[in-house]
């Protein structure tokens, strides 16, 4: 088969990839769409340590059933699938919980040295295997695996009815955390992020009020419209200390801060703030195989609709083209969607 083929920073190649091996409880899996995700981006750049070379990317796909192992199931050759593609164990504590996210035997399709969904094929347990509504397209199908951390992060939240709530960073989370927010019966939501183009995008995801840092007074339109106490909930997307601080300085005193971003190893927080207004700091992480499941019916309910945020669709084999654009100047470029030739 042909895969895009990470050899190194910034050195992607469309060529030969070995295929997979069907094993007996598994489905290949032609791939009809997806996604370059930010993570993806930065292992492409070589800053994150996640991507062991050669290896094939991509986490966020969708596609259609075409062989099946001869012990599996739950599929048949035609079936119109997408894929949770965090590889659990089932057997740990956390596993036994519920919380599959958390265990520490799991494996990441496109990341690390397991191949991923850039490629012509990809094999996956059939466990792993949702079926997509016939409301869902292919490329629909790819955003599952982002709406899937974000509602996480917004589950993490708590009651959100007739909250203040703020986002902070407009990509791809960011805005399906908007989405989400919104869906969740937030009294007003907030986004924030440097660029005007993905505001204007956030607008279309829900946001009530966008605040662009370089050129507002963000903490002044946030105090205002909170009698001067600050947002019930600050939801941070991004992963840097400002953002991070950002996240606390407009919080209301014993108001609560998820943090989802996960960029930077380490940030630079204002700890007498947080100890001294009982704020509450806390961290998110993907999602449950059952939270996959319930964000696919959401959308195949038509909750959320992806089309404000999927900027363009481009072949498969000029991937390495788009990887360097999103890398070196992606302008107003939010979630770039792979397709086969």
């Known amino acids: 088969m042909k895969g895009l083929v990470y050899h190194g920073p910034k050195e992607l190649l469309w060529e030969d990839a070995e295929d997979a091996i069907l094993g007996r409880k598994d489905v290949r899996i032609a791939v009809k769409a997806v996604g370059i995700c930010g993570s993806d981006v930065h292992g492409y750049l070589g800053l994150t340590g996640r991507r062991t070379p050669p290896m094939i990317m991509g986490h966020e796909f969708s596609g259609v059933v075409d062989q099946v192992g001869e012990e599996a199931t739950r599929w048949q050759v035609g079936d119109r699938v997408t894929v949770q593609p965090a590889q659990f164990c089932g057997t740990c504590e956390f596993c036994k919980e519920g919380l599959t996210n958390l265990c520490g035997n799991k494996r990441f399709y496109g990341a690390m040295d397991c191949n991923g969904a850039m490629a012509e094929y990809i094999v996956v347990p059939e466990h792993l295997v949702y079926r997509l509504p016939d409301s869902v397209d292919f490329s629909s199908g790819a955003m599952i695996e982002a709406a899937a951390v974000a509602y996480r992060g917004v589950k993490n939240a708590g009651d959100l009815s007739g909250k203040h709530v703020l986002v902070i960073g407009a990509g791809t989370i960011g805005q399906l955390v908007t989405a989400i927010v919104r869906l969740k019966g937030a009294k007003r939501v907030y986004v924030s992020d440097l660029s005007d183009a993905r505001l204007e995008v956030a607008k279309k995801m829900g946001a009530d009020v966008v605040l662009n840092p370089k050129s507002m007074d963000i903490r002044r339109i946030v105090m205002d419209s909170t009698d001067n106490k600050g947002v019930d909930v ?16 407009l919080l209301r005193t014993g108001g609560t801060a ?3 971003g996960n960029s930077a190893k380490f940030v630079e927080v204002p700890m007498q703030e947080i100890v001294t207004r009982e704020l509450h700091i806390r961290g998110t992480y993907i999602y449950s195989h059952e939270e996959f499941g319930e964000v696919l019916e959401m959308v195949g309910d038509g909750g959320i609709s992806f089309d404000p945020i999927i900027s363009l669709h481009a072949k498969m084999s000029e991937g390495a083209r788009w990887f360097a654009q999103l890398a070196d100047s992606p302008g107003d470029l939010i979630k770039v969607i792979l397709i086969p030739e």
């Open 234 to 249: 600050a939801i941070e997307a991004v992963g840097v200390t400002p953002s991070a601080k950002q996240s606390i300085e």
């Open 258 to 260: 998820v943090w989802i």
